[in-house]
């Protein structure tokens, strides 16, 4: 297995639109590794593909206290349950250090593949709701920060600059 590097905000890359995975083969599965052992070194609840430049429809995720249970996501895609929406403060590993509230489903239902290529379907709540959402906006090249005004945005943006030049320059 490998660490990947995550990019960070405001990297255009990010904006990069996914394709779907044709065949999962052992060479997404190496990836799913690599994109696990990277979210867990980053103490990440979510990880998806865009973040480290592989621009495949892939997610890997694991919401539980532990870490004991993680998630493949293979060609996601989510449909809500109800219209109701709630606020959690979410935080991004492509923007450290970062949290605001967004707007997301309260329910949604999974459809994705698994690392053996086998469909699932999964209904989800709360905060792995959140975090599919999250997630698969990643896929589409859409940041939690998008849901904020340009002005938050924008001054975000300038804030990760600062911290990469401070960074390199260390
Ligand atoms: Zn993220």
Redesign the pocket.
């Known amino acids: 297995m490998a660490k990947l590097v995550i990019l960070e905000f405001p990297d255009e890359r990010l904006r990069t639109k996914a394709v779907e995975v044709e065949k999962v083969d052992d060479e997404v599965r190496q990836l799913v590794d690599d994109m696990l052992e990277t979210m867990y070194d980053a103490s990440?609840i979510?990880?998806?593909a865009t973040?480290v430049d592989v621009h495949r429809r892939v997610v890997v995720m694991d919401v539980s206290d532990d870490g004991s249970e993680p998630l493949v996501l293979i060609n996601p895609s989510y449909t809500p349950i109800g219209d109701d929406k709630d606020f959690l403060s979410?935080?991004?590993?492509?923007?450290p250090e970062y949290y605001a509230e967004v707007p997301r489903y309260l329910k949604v239902k999974l459809n994705a593949l698994d690392r053996n290529g086998d469909a699932y379907e999964l209904e989800a709540d709360g905060l792995l709701a959140h975090c599919i959402q999250?997630?698969l906006?990643?896929l589409e090249g859409v940041?939690?920060v998008d849901y904020l005004s340009s002005l938050k945005r924008n001054r975000v943006a300038k804030k990760m600059q600062k911290r990469h030049k401070q960074t390199q320059g260390a």
């Open positions: 990440g979510g990880l998806a973040q979410e935080g991004c590993l492509s923007i999250h997630e906006d990643h940041l939690f």
